[in-house]
């Protein structure tokens, strides 16, 4: 069981926005800031959103990130077929000393 | 071209043991704080493990606290993982990461990744 939670799937049709939520408590979410890395089948993850909101160089700004709280979430908007991938939000937490991982997302489109 | 490359993964017996690498190239090493991150098949991301810059600050998830051991050789840009007390349930691909450059543990993000090492334990 993972300390972030987000959805096991979402789903878009092209063109269409996606979000995906990822939940956690004060000791992680509440005091950090949120990652999210992006894994394409069978290769490794790759940082998509940094500090929250911030995209690194290549990332395309149809991607964007949000954080309130103990909550973040990413969204994904005119969604197209190569952004097929699992979706993993993350953050540093003060209680476990070390960066901890939601469950995942299956973003597949439709 | 900044890389990670990771190697020493293979099959092991339970109770056994196993050390992987990582080895740098394209980046000062020396200046980034290192992490090792493992996916079982079909499963999510799991953090084991968090070394500084330095080899100052050494963190570990609690599914392997006391089994395995985080260091590094700044002299050979390389990162390791010695694995000891290996269980079935530790079979899976382990990925070294580098961490980003923040001013403090807060805002913390992985922003290199390797490609990974198998690591399968079976009798």
């Known amino acids: 069981q993972s300390v972030l939670t987000q959805p096991p799937s979402a789903s878009g049709t092209p063109g269409q926005r996606v979000t995906i939520s990822c939940s956690g408590s004060f000791s992680n979410i509440g005091r950090s800031t949120v990652n999210w890395y992006q894994q394409l089948p069978g290769t490794a993850p790759k940082l998509f959103i940094y500090n929250n909101d911030e995209r690194p160089s290549g990332v395309p700004d149809r991607f964007s990130g949000s954080k309130s709280g103990t909550s973040a979430s990413l969204a994904i908007s005119g969604l197209q077929s190569e952004d097929e991938a699992d979706y993993y939000c993350?953050?540093?937490?003060?209680?476990?000393?070390?960066?901890?991982f939601g469950g995942g997302t299956r973003v597949t489109v439709l | 071209e900044v890389q990670l490359a990771e190697s020493g993964g293979g099959l092991v017996q339970p109770g056994g043991s196993l050390r992987i690498s990582c080895v740098s190239s394209g980046f000062t090493f020396s200046s980034f704080s290192m992490n090792w991150v493992r996916q079982v098949p079909g499963k999510g991301l799991e953090w084991l493990s968090y070394i500084s810059k330095g080899s100052s600050s050494i963190f570990y998830a609690d599914s392997v606290r006391g089994r395995f051991t985080i260091s590094r050789d700044n002299t050979k840009n390389s990162l390791y993982l010695q694995m000891d007390s290996l269980r079935a349930e530790d079979t899976a691909v382990y990925y070294c990461?580098?961490?980003?450059?923040?001013?403090?543990?807060?805002?913390?993000?992985?922003?290199?990744w390797g490609k990974g090492t198998t690591v399968t334990v079976s009798s």
């Open positions: 993350a953050a540093w937490d003060d209680s476990l000393n070390g960066p901890v």
């Open positions: 990461s580098r961490g980003g450059m923040v001013a403090n543990l807060y805002n913390y993000y992985m922003d290199v």
